[in-house]
């Protein structure tokens, strides 16, 4: 009995050190992102009537060399104005293609906004070179080793054959170099977040060259990013045969340098794959030939001037040569949207890209995150409320395990029959260890007791909850989804806090305050199961015990509300089976006597209070006269 409760107290003390690094090292780092977002938005719209620039041409050096950082406009609105641009305008996208360098720097998601307010900005993946945070994709063509041939630059502006990309109609991109070399590219949009872009060279008569298409995804500036563990923010690829490789911003920085002003890694002779950045919810990769050798490259540069750092995922295919009757010709795609795990299932599927679905991080359990996943949402379907698709899973999971879980807390039970012959040993063998184990195994064995059965409800319990806990956090299908009442996001905390009555108090707690209704509720549903067993004879332990579902109710209060409502039911499901299996075994619930016991613990120190000391009998008093 000794090892189950040292065994139970590992497991909560482990779980304890995996969600306390999140809520004094993630929670922390995510709050001071928010507060700089804010910042920066303050200071852009102040200087929102400030001039417009002038947009300084960039040189066509090679992909793998810093470049230095245009002229940075005070907003986004004024980087986009004064540029000639084609539209994009399709039902799920919004923005432009800059014929200057034939850019796509403007993406903005109609169907995502900042805030669950419907009225508020749509959320923007891709920005120019020169605004504040700079995030955009650019695909072009390199001379050969030692070739002088003239190629589009940054600064060469196209020209389109038409001012709006839409789903149905494409865009056609033209620039004559003027030496017998016509450069095309066909851009297209699908319904819902990949271009495909298919560039051409056409050479006249008597023109030859060697030409080597790249293309790449680049962000100037270090991005606001969320801080967790759990979740990658950064660099990225499937690269063939080398598989998955991620790159965070600040380890890329790390890296040993590959000169005074970048660092990065190669990977040469990657066959099939894709390469990008990705944030919490959006992401953009390029995405190459499935059959075509490519290099890639993650870098991070620093102009000399001391500008923003400037991270590069870049793609480099095989040299190709073009010639009178033969172009040369490269078709490369580029997905910038939203990372819906439906959407991006159907592009792997489809398009046969390889291992797009990773484009997601479902974390190292993807095979029990992805399956919770798809029941969640499939439920999510019929129901139409994803807080009840997540109360429906719990009910399903109980019910998977309901055998070895029945098993379980039979064995429980049957621990409890035997107390007393326990004891009993115990007190015969009180000072040989080995023959009182001996004689205990043999108890079991008679009882048919399984001693450590009672620990795997616990056991089963942990993966799964990381899983859901992974499937609210990084998919975007939990954004913003309602439950009822005050839960208007079940991928953020419960907005509520008991410090300021809930609301009543017009006060702000700071947010090591916000412990909400549902972190309360899961506290006293923790706190329940807790009292289902008897007290440990312990007082380490039983100290740890009674204090844990505060501990928990703390830690938790910061966790997505989704995640404390299933916690809670799951609670409170646990609870009722136990009771049920108990009842039936016919040993007694500890729970009602447990809880008088506190009750009167906290009654006794009143009454102690109350009790006025007897007064000491006078001596004189009982004197005759």
Known sequence: MQDNKNFFLAIALSLA?????????????????????????????????????GVSPQTNTPPSESQANPSIAP????????????????PRVQGSINLRGAEIDDIALKDYHETVDKKSPNIVVFSPANAPEGYFARLGWLPGAGASVDVPLPSTVWTADSQTLTEAKPVTLTWDNGKGLTFKRVVSIDANYMLTLADSVEAKD????????????RRIGKPVTQGYYILHEGLLGILGDQGLKE????????????????????????????????????????????KTPYTANFTVSTPPAGGKPAYQTLVTLQPLTVQAGTPAASTTRLFVGAKEVNTIDAYQNTLGIERFKLLIDWGWFWFITQPMFKLLDGIYKLVGNFGIAILIVTVIVKAIFFPLANKSYSSMAK???????????????????????????ELYKREKINPVAGCL??????????????????????????????????????????????????WEPPHVLMIGIWPLIMGVTMFVQMKMNPEPA?????????????????????FPAGLVIYWSWNNLLSVSQQYLIMKRQGVKVELWDNLRGVFRKRAAPAAAADAKPASKPDAKAGKPA
């Open 247 to 290: 790159e965070k911003y600040d380890g890329l920085e790390k890296d040993s340098a590959l000169s005074a002003t970048e660092k990065g890694k190669s990977f040469p002779q990657a066959t099939g794959g894709w390469v990008g950045m990705t944030d919490k919810y959006w992401a953009a990769a390029l995405i190459p030939d499935q």
């Open 17 to 53: 050190v995996l969600i306390g690094w999140n809520v004094f090292f993630g929670v922390p780092t995510m709050d001071k992102a928010r507060q700089d977002a804010a910042q920066n938005a303050k200071v852009a719209a102040e200087n929102k009537a400030g001039p417009i620039p």
């Open 75 to 90: 907003t986004r609105e004024l980087a986009l104005f004064g540029s000639r641009r084609v539209t994009i305008d399709t």
């Open 206 to 217: 008597g023109v030859t060259a060697s030409l080597t298409p790249y293309g790449f995804v």
């Open 538 to 558: 312990d007082p380490v332990q039983k100290t740890m015990f009674t204090w844990m579902p505060v501990f928990f109710t703390y830690l938790l209060a910061s």
């Open 457 to 506: 409800p616990v056991v089963i319990q942990i993966p799964v909850f990381f899983a859901l806990y992974k499937v609210l956090f990084v998919t975007i299908e939990m954004r913003h989804a309602p439950f009822f009442g005050w839960i208007k996001d079940l991928a953020a905390p419960d907005p509520t806090s008991v410090f300021n009555l809930f609301g009543l108090i017009p």
């Open 415 to 441: 621990m409890k029959a035997v107390q007393p012959q326990m004891q009993a040993l115990r007190e015969q063998y009180p000072d040989d260890k080995v023959k009182q184990q001996q004689e205990l195994m």
